[in-house]
């Protein structure tokens, strides 16, 4: 039984994988007598305009390779 604490309503919990994020990723293959005819690989992220800048800018600081300025953010 979920206490009254644990209850997270569906807002709530978009606004938490907004502001963190999310990835989903998948696989489909499409077979006929056991010869594959299609294979979909699919990733989908979720999040915020803010946080894919924010996590954006952090992976480029992090690389040493490149420099970011005021012109490329």
Known sequence: MMDEEEHVSLCEALDRVLNKGAVIAGEVTISVANVDLIYLG????????????????????????????ADNA
């Open 42 to 69: 699919l990733q989908v992220v979720l999040a915020s305009v803010d946080t894919i800048r924010g996590k954006r800018n952090e992976l480029l600081r992090h690389d040493v390779g490149l420099h970011l300025t």
